[in-house]
Nanobody, 125 residues
Framework: QVQLVESGGGLVQAGGSLRLSCAVS????????MGWFRQAPGKEREFVTA????????NYADSVKGRFTISRDDAKNTVNLEMNSLKPEETAVYYC??????????????????WGQGTQVTVSS
């Protein structure tokens, strides 16, 4: 079992920044790929980014490349998402998740076994 708890969501103006954190606990999570997804009302859950915990390799959705950065903190057992230049259309609930798939394949929600409860990010125009 892997437990995931997100934090750091909130309200930010367009163009602003926000940092999300996902506290990870449970066995074998260091062999997992950790991902961030988001889901806006009425829309499907969308892949944002992922990181291979062991190697540090990362993968980003094209829409966030150059603006978002995913990282892991081995000492704190957290996965962090730094979001810059946020846009109103990025308002959504952001979820942290864990997958056993290869990072290049871990872009679909169905390939993740564990999920956090989500944290709301609202970007005002």
């Amino acid at each position: 079992q892997v437990q995931l708890v997100e934090s750091g969501g909130g309200l930010v103006q367009a163009g602003g920044s926000l940092r999300l954190s996902c506290a990870v606990s449970g066995r074998s999570f260091t062999s997992a790929v950790m991902g961030w997804f988001r889901q806006a009302p009425g829309k499907e859950r969308e892949f944002v980014t992922a990181i291979d915990w062991r190697s540090g390799s990362t993968n980003y959705a094209d829409s966030v490349k150059g603006r978002f950065t995913i990282s892991r903190d081995d000492a704190k057992n957290t996965v962090n998402l730094e979001m810059n230049s946020l846009k109103p259309e990025e308002t959504a609930v952001y979820y942290c998740a864990a997958s056993a798939y290869n990072i290049r394949l871990a872009t679909r929600p169905t390939r993740y076994d564990y999920w956090g409860q989500g944290t709301q990010v609202t970007v005002s125009s």
